[in-house]
């Protein structure tokens, strides 16, 4: 029988770290479409694709970036974590090397170490915060 149920969509999200930086530095993008703002790269699971390979199409897409996926940070599922309508992130924690470029629905694409981070749409500083204060430290991140 055929699933007639209605979910919230899924979507990935990702904390790229450039590695060939002699700082540590994360990837952001300049969202092109509403919400406005600076943002992980990510976007919405297409039918039939894994999470992982969303993943690393949405870097591709968005950033320029071919990245090797480290870690799941963490699942996001707060029903106001996005101005659009409920949806469901699965955060990954990725490497890359390069220098990162806008594409697709990203208007620009840059990099940033801690103490330069814009202020971020949706729930992306919750994202980081929890990236700094438990991943990067060796400690599991709470359920959220």
Do not use: K, N
């Not at 406005?36 to 870097?59: D, I, Q, S």
């Not at 320029?64 to 940070?73: E, F, I, N, Q, R």
């Amino acid at each position: 029988m055929p699933l007639d149920v209605r979910t919230p969509p899924v979507a990935v999200d990702l904390v790229i770290e450039l590695i060939d930086r002699p700082e540590p530095s994360l990837v952001l993008v300049a969202r092109r479409f509403p919400p406005l703002g600076w943002a992980l790269p990510g976007g919405f699971v297409e039918m039939g694709e894994t999470l992982t390979a969303a993943a690393c199409r949405e870097a591709r897409e968005e950033t320029g970036l071919d990245v090797s996926l480290v870690a799941l940070l963490g699942c996001y599922s707060d029903p106001a974590r996005d101005p659009r309508g409920q949806t469901v992130s699965v955060v990954y924690v990725a490497h890359a090397t390069g220098r990162p470029q806008g594409g697709d629905d990203a208007r620009e694409a840059a990099a940033f170490t801690r103490a330069s981070l814009p202020e971020l749409a949706f729930d992306h500083a919750r994202i980081l915060s929890d990236y700094f204060e438990f991943y990067r430290l060796g400690h599991p991140v709470p359920l959220r």
